[in-house]
């Protein structure tokens, strides 16, 4: 079974340029989640897509943050314009459902640095 | 707010000396306490999920148990391979049963 896909594995961009992260879930799976992981932190939840329906965005920065899940497949999460405190790892994961017994199945994650 | 504090932040151990990480967690309504382990560069791997206190779940030098106000992640007779940053996540009811993580555990084993 493929696992979850994410690109680009590493980016870097000045203040206040955009970028754009893409992830490509299990197949079958119909939840995903986008999580910001700071330096030495624990991954911190930024958006959870239900098939292509948004379920929780309570701890996405608004101002500068979307993530669409277009034909609740793949999804794309953008940042416009970015800060220093950006930088991060920004990992997608993927369930079967969004249930508690489902386990989340994470991707490699993308390292953004912003100079 | 639901709290999740692991502790040690960084642990060193020799090839075969057993020791144990921990999980405190301060929430309403757990729906399960995950363990994760996370090698540099990777995303995190799912080991155990534990729903109750008294529950224990075993994989190979790994052991994790479950009380009613933390979890413990036991490793036995550890090797060099066992290094890698372990995590422990919460979930709790509600309409997402989303997970909040702790800071993890930075475990290296020498050889």
């Known amino acids: 079974e493929a696992g979850v896909a994410q690109s680009p594995r590493y980016k870097i961009i000045e203040k206040r340029q955009s970028v754009a992260f893409w992830c490509n879930p299990i197949?079958?799976?119909?939840?995903l989640y986008w999580y910001q992981q700071i330096l030495g932190q624990g991954p911190k939840l930024l958006i959870q897509?239900?098939?292509?329906?948004?379920?929780?965005d309570s701890q996405l920065p608004k101002d500068r943050f979307s993530a669409e899940r277009l034909k609740g497949v793949d999804s794309t999460l953008k940042i416009q314009p970015a800060k220093l405190e950006d930088s991060a790892v920004y990992l997608c994961?993927?369930?079967?459902?969004?249930?508690?017994?489902?386990?989340?199945?994470f991707g490699p994650g993308t390292r953004l640095t912003v100079t | 707010e639901d709290q999740v504090t692991q502790s040690p932040e960084a642990l060193r151990l020799q090839e075969g000396e057993s020791s144990s990480l921990n999980c405190s967690y301060t929430?309403?309504?757990?729906?399960?306490l995950f363990w994760y382990r996370q090698d540099p560069g990777k995303g995190p791997e799912f080991l155990f999920t534990?729903?109750?206190a008294g529950e224990e779940k075993e994989k190979e030098r790994l052991k994790a148990t479950l009380t009613k106000k933390e979890s413990f992640l036991h490793i036995t007779a550890p090797k060099p391979e066992d290094s890698a940053t372990y995590l422990c996540?919460?979930?709790?009811?509600?309409?997402?049963?989303?997970?909040?993580f702790g800071k993890g555990t930075l475990l290296t084993v020498n050889p």
């Open positions: 994961a993927s369930s079967f459902s969004r249930l508690a017994q489902d386990e989340q199945y």
């Open positions: 197949s079958g799976h119909a939840t």
């Open positions: 897509f239900q098939n292509n329906g948004v379920v929780d």
């Open positions: 929430v309403s309504g757990l729906r399960g």
């Open positions: 534990l729903y109750s």
């Open positions: 996540a919460v979930r709790v009811g509600g309409s997402n049963y989303k997970l909040t």
